[in-house]
């Protein structure tokens, strides 16, 4: 069975819908520490239009770090960063406490995901990898656990 660091960051469905269409550049700021880890949330700080690794209370756009093949992108050095940011897209995250499937959930500390509290997140928690199926229901989420999410937009 694959590790959490082997799976964040992952799309759920190889297609255009999350992948192509879901995928956008950015920037991001420079210097030591600066890169934003592969599988992370990700926010678009508004004052100086950049992406940077969500905490708790991060709030405006809001997108995941993809695992892709970037060339110099996301590394301590470039301004540069792909981020998936659309609607709909899914993709593979940490969690960082429960979660119960179909919940809201919104960035929390080192760029994973919590619960909402019933507040408007930026995703939905549809279950762990290889769940969701006939006779496989999504299961509840714990704290350090790969899980899936679908992006519903900015929290404001």
Do not use: C
Not at 61 to 73: C, N, S, T, V
Not at 132 to 155: H, K, M, Q, R, W
């Amino acid at each position: 069975m694959a590790t959490v660091a082997e799976l964040i960051g992952t799309p759920v469905h190889a297609s255009e819908f999350d992948l192509g269409d879901a995928l956008e550049p950015g920037k991001k700021a420079t210097g030591v520490g600066s890169a934003i880890p592969i599988g992370r949330v990700a926010f678009l700080t508004g004052s100086t239009g950049i992406w940077a690794i969500a905490t708790a209370g991060s709030t405006g756009r809001i997108a995941i770090i993809p695992k892709l093949h970037q060339g110099d992108a996301n590394t301590d050095s470039s301004s540069n960063v792909v981020v998936a940011a659309r609607p709909g897209a899914q993709y593979i995250v940490e969690a960082n406490g429960a979660i119960k499937p179909g919940s809201q959930v919104l960035p929390d500390t080192g760029g994973k995901v919590k619960t909402s509290g019933g507040t408007q997140g930026f995703a939905v928690y549809k279950g762990h990898n290889g769940e969701g199926s006939a006779g496989n229901p999504p299961t509840d989420a714990a704290a350090a656990e790969a899980v899936i999410i679908e992006l519903s937009g900015d929290v404001v």
